[in-house]
């Protein structure tokens, strides 16, 4: 049996033990009904319930604790993390419960609220994609408007041309072929009443032509003939062709062939070139007053280079590229607009593409200018 002393001492040590925390430890039972025992058993009773309100307290925090993560995951957009409900049914399953439903609205919202963006932003986009269509086709008609316009002025500018180009010769060709009817008209004037028909007879032939051979290049009816060309001899038929026209107007013509001496045979279509050809100079000599117009030619990889330079008017950088247009000429609505029907430059460039080549020009208003065309060496 232990002494007063050694009991005291031990409820010296159980008491610094459940000061720090362990529950675990008890004084015995002395089995005495003295002072000391009585204590003792208030000391065991003390221990016991601090041991009863710690567990507790554990519990309560680990329930909070589940539930504050629960609602951090929520508030992180986690949706898949619930509390745990116990079998008690205490305060705290009542307020899992709670905190679970909150989570399951919250997620029920957020996703559709999401399939809400998701329909707004393909509505968004189809609304976008047809004001992009509206605005594509406001252009393409504001374009086409444009066009139709331009095609109209053109039109009417053309009409008033061709029926220049075709009442003039046409009213020079009835009116001298009166005046030969008088007989008393001596032989000269004869002649030179016959020379101004045969003249207006060519100049609205040529017209002619020129507006079939258009029909027939905007059809896709034009015939190719392909044949071996001598380049030399045709360079030379042009320049014999048009001395004397440029004579008449006290203008320089010459050559600048810088093909070999020897024939160049190229295979292509011959009455395309001399088309070209012809037009080229036409026009240099219907548009240069004075000074020279020289053809030339030039040999280049796989392709021969043609050019027909004058010293004429020139032509403005900004008609430069308009001139190749059908119905145009330089300023086609000028007052002083030359002669012609505005076709022969659309007809040039149309047989140089068929052929395969291109064409193009440098000119300087009041300087002159250099139209260039290339035709391959086999077609």
């Known amino acids: 049996m232990k002494s007063e002393k050694e009991r005291i001492i031990e409820m010296i040590n159980v008491l610094n033990e459940t000061a720090k925390g362990n529950y675990d430890i008890q004084l015995e039972s002395s089995h005495q009904e003295d002072e000391l025992s009585q204590l003792s ?5 003390v221990i016991d319930s601090l041991k009863n309100q ?14 504050l993560e629960t609602i951090q ?7 898949s ?4 409900l116990s079998i008690e049914k205490d305060i705290f399953d009542a307020l899992a419960f709670g905190v679970n439903m909150m989570k399951d609205d919250i997620k029920s919202g957020i996703e559709e609220i999401e399939r809400k963006n998701k329909r707004l932003m393909q509505s968004n986009k189809e609304y976008k994609s047809l004001h992009d269509e509206y605005k594509s086709q406001n252009r393409k008609l504001l374009l086409a408007k444009e066009k139709a316009e331009e095609s109209d002025r053109l039109k009417s500018a053309f009409l008033s041309n061709m029926s220049h180009e075709i009442r003039t010769p046409m009213n020079g060709i009835i009116g001298f072929s009166k005046l030969l009817k008088n007989p008393k008209l001596n032989g000269d004037k004869r002649q030179k009443y016959i020379r101004i028909i045969e003249k207006a007879g060519h100049r609205m032939l040529n017209t002619i032509n020129e507006i079939i051979n258009i029909s027939k290049i905007e059809s896709g009816l034009v015939d190719i003939s392909i044949k071996e060309v001598n380049i030399n001899k045709k360079i030379e038929e042009m320049y014999q062709f048009f001395k004397s026209e440029t004579d008449k107007k006290a203008i320089h013509l010459s050559c600048n062939n810088k093909l070999s001496a020897q024939a160049i045979i190229i295979r292509s279509d011959e009455d395309k070139i001399s088309a070209i ?8 000599i219907k548009f240069t007053n004075q000074g020279e117009i020289i053809i030339g030619c030039i040999s280049k990889e796989q392709h021969l280079e043609f050019s027909v330079k ?9 008609r430069q590229k308009a ?3 059908r119905f145009e000429q330089g300023d086609i609505e000028d007052k002083l607009a030359f002669q012609g029907s505005g076709l022969g430059l659309t007809i040039s460039k149309a047989y140089v593409e068929i052929l395969g080549g291109t064409i193009w020009l440098e000119s300087l208003v009041g300087k002159g200018s250099i139209f260039y065309f290339t035709v391959p060496m086999q077609h």
């Open 41 to 45: 058993d208030v000391i065991n009773k």
């Open 54 to 67: 710690t567990v507790r307290l554990d519990y309560v925090d680990q329930r909070i604790n589940q539930i």
């Open 73 to 79: 995951h929520v508030a992180n957009g986690d949706y």
């Open 81 to 84: 993390v619930s509390c745990n």
């Open 277 to 284: 050809l012809t037009n080229l100079i036409k026009n240099a």
């Open 310 to 318: 004058d010293t004429g008017i020139g032509i403005p950088i900004d």
């Open 323 to 325: 001139i190749f247009n």
